[in-house]
T-cell receptor, first 111, second 114 residues
């Protein structure tokens, strides 16, 4: 099956700085890569996703990049705000299959 | 509210008791997933349905776990003879079955086995 690795496990940034979280996957057939934000006691919330036919996608302060050759993808958050503090999970999925999740990155934005 | 709904939000049970959780997916979604999440970990796949058919089960899903989706709408996850190791957040997600569509999660059911 798929194996998704995520780094770093914790990340602290000053408010206004950028944050980058990286994931690698093992299954070359995976073609859909969502990112989820999870706040304490809540379910994961989809914040952005990318499909394998696209190299980069941006939504306001959030962007995701995908390198299919290297089998890695990254989440970029610019101009971080305290409300960005949460745990972020990457995931990968083959067509018609289940999602495989990384182990999460706890992001703290220091005011 | 048109999101994924899970009930109950919290459940405390004594070891050895049976528990049942319910998930109501987004109404037009035909695929439904169950995941388990322990503290500090990412969600781990348990099982998923397409309509009423259970298409895949994880090895994590022991014989004490059973899931149903009888009419292809809501789903239930039952754990029999609960053990302390079953304490976790149980998450439900739903999506459309067509390729590469988003999956949306509910708020989860937090199970504590004492």
């Amino acid at each position: 099956g798929e194996n998704v690795e995520q780094h770093p496990s914790t990340l602290s940034v000053q408010e206004g700085d950028s944050a980058v979280i990286k994931c690698t996957y093992s299954d070359s057939a995976s073609n859909y890569f969502p990112w989820y934000k999870q706040e304490l006691g809540k379910g994961p919330q989809l914040i952005i996703d990318i499909r394998s036919n696209v190299g980069e996608k941006k939504d306001q302060r959030i962007a995701v990049t995908l390198n299919k050759t290297a089998k890695h993808f990254s989440l970029h958050i610019t101009e971080t705000q305290p409300e960005d503090s949460a745990v972020y999970f990457c995931a990968a999925r083959r067509p018609g299959n289940q999602f495989y999740f990384g182990t999460g990155t706890s992001l703290t934005v220091i005011p | 509210d048109t999101g994924v709904s899970q009930d109950p939000r919290h459940k405390i049970t004594k070891r050895g008791q049976n528990v049942t959780f319910r998930c109501d997916p987004i109404s037009e979604h035909n695929r439904l997933y169950w995941y388990r999440q322990t503290l500090g970990q990412g969600p781990e796949f348990l099982t998923y349905f397409q309509n009423e058919a259970q298409l895949e089960k994880s090895r994590l899903l022991s014989d004490r776990f059973s899931a149903e989706r009888p009419k292809g709408s809501f789903s239930t996850l039952e754990i029999q003879r609960t053990e302390q190791g079953d304490s976790a957040m149980y998450l439900c997600a739903s999506s459309l079955a067509s390729m590469n569509t988003e999956a949306f999660f509910g708020q989860g059911t937090r199970l504590t086995v004492v």
